[in-house]
């Protein structure tokens, strides 16, 4: 059965960081492409950010250059840096692993950042 768990959200100020991290069982972490969405109240699901097994990175226009996403195969976590956060931000955050086409959700963590 396959759970990602993800943590690390809150409630932070704009301009401050924050870090999520997801932690992956009941999947071969490492032959797994692992990545971020979120979903604004009110807005579409969209990918924030993805890393490839071969540690190749995605992220949205709106992120780069704020947020860096790794992974570490050996504690099967993916962790998203997430700093000079905008309001705009606030969002939950889903940890998602995607195996072949098919795409497993962690439960998400929320991320508010006030103005």
């Known amino acids: 059965q396959v759970q990602l768990v993800e943590s690390g959200g809150g409630l932070v100020q704009a301009g401050g960081s924050l870090r999520l991290s997801c932690a992956g069982s009941g999947i071969i972490f490492s032959s797994t492409g692992m990545g971020w969405y979120r979903q604004a109240p009110g807005k579409q699901r969209e990918l924030v950010a993805f890393?490839?097994?071969?540690?190749?990175?995605l992220y949205a226009d709106s992120v780069k250059d704020r947020f860096t996403i790794f992974r570490n195969n050996a504690q099967k976590t993916v962790s998203l840096r997430m700093n000079s956060l905008k309001p705009e931000d606030t969002a939950i955050y889903y940890c998602?692993?995607?195996?072949?086409?098919?795409?497993?959700w962690g439960q998400g963590t929320q991320v508010t950042v006030s103005s």
């Open positions: 890393i490839s097994v071969g540690g190749f990175t």
């Open positions: 998602i692993a995607k195996i072949m086409t098919y795409t497993y």
